[in-house]
């Protein structure tokens, strides 16, 4: 069973209005679908959020032309022959073997995606060539994976009574954990804000709380205390982007939040870091953003030996396999709480997770059990 071809589908969907959060602006919502054919007909689907998503659909068919031909079931082979790619090897510098020279080091991110398109699409192959979930072959059981729901999005003229009614439909919808992005105002206005929502959802419902890398330590040490009455399950992204385990540990020990990160982490290596520093208690690792399931499964087999607790980022259709093979160790998986922030989901997949008490049900479907409407598919694809 060889690989015999690999094609991309790059998606985009305009947002109902303009969102940000403390770090970018939000105007679309957008996705990559990698799609892989084998040589006796088997179709495996991967899924890539990243940007920009020309340059990544480049590097998916310069794989392409790398993979063909290997065997689909070898997916950590690939993942290691595609990975290779981005470090010097023997006679490699002007390209050797049928193979190119050292990818760009300013590409990374994108080299990264592409590799997690396609190690995805190889999951979804290996499953459906067994007959089984994913979540069966990694050894889980058909047990539903708790979800909770992430809104308070930034958008023109809301009001902190106007979020605490967002949150509040999730909550009333059957999320027993719902997160609010934060911190892209003042300190006061966020901890007033963050009151009012509290006060609306309960004391009962878990709130998180998704910083985006909005403060250098000694402001969010500030932050947390002020913040701690309020009993928040976690701190996400608290910190700048350039800030490294050492910071996130000098934090972890001012503040009674546990910390949640890892979801822009290209590999296991630097999420490693950060797990093994005892820095953080939630890790978010994202396979469709950067190195695909195959990486995504070490993290996770990581995190279990350091007892912190496996929260993917986003991509609730994929990544329930991942936390359902982890049951001791896993938090739940990511939703978008509603289409103001992700009218994309909901059309892309004729049968998208579903919230039943506060869980997301698995199936039985082969794969990742993903099935495309291709209709949608069509209208709502980026033309280069």
């Not at 179709?43 to 920009?52: D, R």
């Not at 990975?83 to 991110?109: D, N, V």
């Amino acid at each position: 069973m060889n690989i015999a071809s690999i094609t991309t589908h790059a998606l985009s969907m305009s947002l109902p209005v303009p969102l940000w959060t403390a770090h970018e602006t939000l105007g679309s919502a957008s996705a990559i679908i990698v799609e892989v054919r084998t040589d006796d007909g088997l179709v495996g689907y991967g899924e890539i959020h990243g940007e920009p998503m020309k340059q990544i659909c480049e590097w998916v068919a310069r794989f392409a032309e790398v993979v063909r031909g290997m065997d689909a079931l070898d997916h950590v082979v690939v993942w290691e022959k595609l990975f290779s790619l981005t470090s010097p090897r023997p006679g490699g510098a002007h390209g050797s073997g049928g193979l190119p020279p050292p990818l760009s080091r300013s590409a990374r991110p994108q080299i990264m995606a592409a590799i997690a398109g396609i190690d995805i699409a190889l999951w979804d192959i290996k499953g459906k060539a067994a007959g089984l979930p994913v979540y069966r072959l990694l050894g889980g059981s058909n047990q539903p994976v708790f979800a909770y729901a992430t809104g308070g999005y930034y958008r023109d003229g809301a009001t902190a009574k106007d979020y605490a009614d967002e949150l509040t439909e999730f909550v009333k919808t059957g999320y027993r954990a719902v997160k609010l992005k934060c911190c892209a105002d003042g300190m006061d206005d966020e901890v007033a804000r963050i009151k009012t929502v509290r006060a609306a959802i309960g004391a009962d419902t878990l709130l998180m709380l998704d910083m985006n890398a909005a403060y250098a330590v000694d402001e969010c040490i500030m932050f947390a205390r002020a913040v701690e009455p309020h009993n928040i399950y976690w701190l996400e992204e608290p910190l700048h982007w350039y800030l490294q385990p050492a910071d996130f540990l000098r934090l972890a020990t001012a503040t009674t939040i546990p910390l949640a990160h890892c979801e822009r982490e290209l590999t296991r290596f630097s999420v490693r870091d950060f797990v093994t520093s005892g820095a953080i208690r939630f890790v978010q690792f994202d396979a469709t953003r950067f190195a695909g399931f195959t990486e995504a499964l070490r993290v996770a087999q990581l995190a279990e030996q350091c007892s912190v607790r496996i929260a993917p980022h986003l991509a609730p259709n994929l990544h329930t396999h991942l936390v359902a093979a982890f049951p001791k160790a896993c938090f739940g998986v990511e939703m978008l709480g509603n289409a103001m922030r992700d009218p994309l989901t909901p059309g892309l997949y004729k049968q998208p997770p579903e919230l039943k008490d506060g869980h997301i049900p698995l199936s039985e479907a082969p794969g990742f059990g993903i099935e495309i409407d291709w209709e949608f598919v069509r209208h709502h694809t980026v033309r280069s």
